[in-house]
């Protein structure tokens, strides 16, 4: 079943609908909605109805959708009946009706084939769980022509349990659209056709009818034979910049695509989360904080640079297995040949016991490097060191300046804007011998960390060479194309301003 892009007209008058609807078919939606809810005296004025359907040149679908399932309209009983008995014998090709708020109505159309095709729809207001959504689903189907159900998203592990579902009904070969609501609600409209919805909701620029619906234009390209998706898993996400950092990437290599972050809350990481992201439609995924050791272990093949570290930050789909690559490492060497950090022979501190002290170790001790690992709970670090092949030094013995290093590196999110960005995370002590002082956190592109260090005399550097590096060598593992960093470095830039 092919998948159609449905553009929502929000407009509340006539004219609007004329010109919103020509706009809208010239971006490439194949059917637009018109929001009866939202023009103006509908309910009052004679006429009004078979005006919106004919300032409409194409496709349309007419929904009324009540104030209960976030809608406009207020009518409800016998004159909400009444009007939309009137709307099924009008032109439209389709009619939304609501489960509740329509349930008498659908039962009266119970096998009559004739007329435009009804859409039998459930709109939650809260997130829902499995069952919920798939109960909805299920009634839907078994009333109308199209089953559709929508529910907020809060992060993205509700999103992945509705394209659960929607994979679970196509092989049914039911006839059916879900989506899920807010910004990571996002990929089920993006992998819509994956997931097997016959319908996917969109919106003209700035004039959106849900939250999270994707512009016309954007979602029409993501329906079209190589366009790629790609996301970010981690949490917290909001910080990140490299959704602009990609997708400027993707512009300079002449693909159509989109780049997700995707808020997933720890347990939420999972070996089926996962395949059902590649399944419905993600050519590649990104890895950050705190999944990447998860990231490793529910992988089916490591390359090199994950084996090396026990961690990956970069997801790709081959023959149905998922492979694991580390392209930290990569990145970090790029930060240190760009701002020319020797290291060779160089004592290094590593703070951190996380996926990102995984590849610092690992750059340092192929460039010659002596390498010690601290953290705030020095069992991890332990831990980390044991399975690096490194040196462990508890953090209490770094912060009394017992040991003296020539490279410092920041490998935790400690110092990131939105989170923990008043925070320091290099102990005092080991700025006395004037280390070089790498933060791996880019955002903001000077934390309080490097103010510290360079008030002690010593040179800093922020993560963005390695943020840009690492995203550069996962653009090439996922699409053989590779991309221009200096376009991605100046996306990136932008976004941090």
């Known amino acids: 079943m092919m998948t159609l892009v449905v553009a929502s007209l929000v407009e509340r008058g006539i004219a609007g609908v004329a010109r919103s609807s020509k706009e809208a078919f010239a971006a490439g939606a194949d059917v637009v909605e018109v929001r009866l809810d939202h023009i103006h005296g509908l309910e009052r004025k004679a006429g009004l109805l078979e005006a919106a359907r004919s300032a409409v040149d194409g496709p349309a679908i007419a929904t009324l959708r009540s104030a209960r399932e976030g809608g ?75 089953g559709k159900v929508a529910a907020p998203c809060n992060h993205a592990s509700h999103a992945v349990a509705i394209a659960d579902i929607g994979l679970e009904f196509s092989k049914k070969k039911r006839r059916f659209a879900v989506m899920g609501m807010g910004t990571q609600g996002q990929l089920t409209r993006a992998c819509a056709a994956g ?57 300079s290599v002449g693909l159509k695509g989109v780049y997700m972050p995707l808020d997933v809350p720890l347990g939420g990481m999972s070996r089926g989360a996962v395949t059902t992201l590649f399944k419905v439609g993600f050519s590649g995924l990104n890895v950050t904080i705190p999944h990447k050791k998860k990231a490793f272990d529910i992988c089916d093949t490591h390359r090199p640079s994950a084996a090396s570290t026990g961690a990956v930050n970069t997801l790709r789909w081959t023959k149905g297995k998922i492979v694991g690559e580390n392209t930290d490492v990569f990145g970090l060497m790029k930060l240190l040949d760009a701002k020319k ?37 020095d069992g991890r670090a332990r831990a980390l060191a044991r399975s690096c092949g490194v040196n462990a030094e508890s953090f ?50 000077v934390t309080r960390s490097m103010k510290l260090a360079r008030d002690r005399g010593c040179i800093a550097h922020g993560g963005l060479e390695m943020l840009v590096g690492q995203g550069a060598e996962s653009f090439r593992i996922w699409t053989g194309c590779t991309p221009d960093p200096s376009v991605m470095r100046t996306a990136a830039r932008r976004a941090l301003r």
Request: glycine share 10%; aromatic share 4%; charged share 20%.
């Open 195 to 251: 997931i097997g919805s016959e319908l996917v909701y969109a919106s003209l620029p700035g004039n959106p009818a849900a939250p999270g619906q994707l512009d016309v234009a954007l979602q029409s390209d993501l329906l079209r034979k190589g366009a790629v998706v790609l996301g970010l898993v981690g949490h917290p996400v909001t910080h990140s910049v490299s959704k602009p950092m990609q997708e400027a990437a993707l512009r």
């Open 396 to 445: 209490s013995s770094t912060s009394a300046g017992t040991s003296s290093y020539g490279i410092v590196v920041n490998a935790t999110p400690v110092g990131t804007r939105g989170t923990r960005s008043e925070e320091v995370n290099i102990p005092e002590g080991v700025l006395e011998g004037r280390p070089v002082f790498i933060d791996l956190v880019y955002n903001p592109p």
């Open 341 to 377: 950090v020797f290291t060779k022979g160089v004592d290094s501190l590593v703070i951190g016991a996380g996926g990102a002290a995984r590849a610092a170790c690992r750059v340092l001790l192929d460039g010659g490097s002596v390498v010690t690992v601290a953290a705030r709970r």
């Open 72 to 146: 406009l309209s207020r009518c409800t009983g016998a004159s909400r009946a009444r009007l939309l008995t009137t709307v099924l014998d009008s032109e439209f090709e389709y009619v939304d009706l609501e489960l509740v708020a329509d349930r008498k109505l659908l039962e009266s159309r119970s096998g009559i084939s004739s007329g435009p095709k009804v859409i039998g729809s459930y709109h939650f207001r809260r997130p829902a769980t499995r069952s919920e959504i798939r109960g909805q689903l299920e009634r839907a189907c078994e009333s109308v022509d199209i």
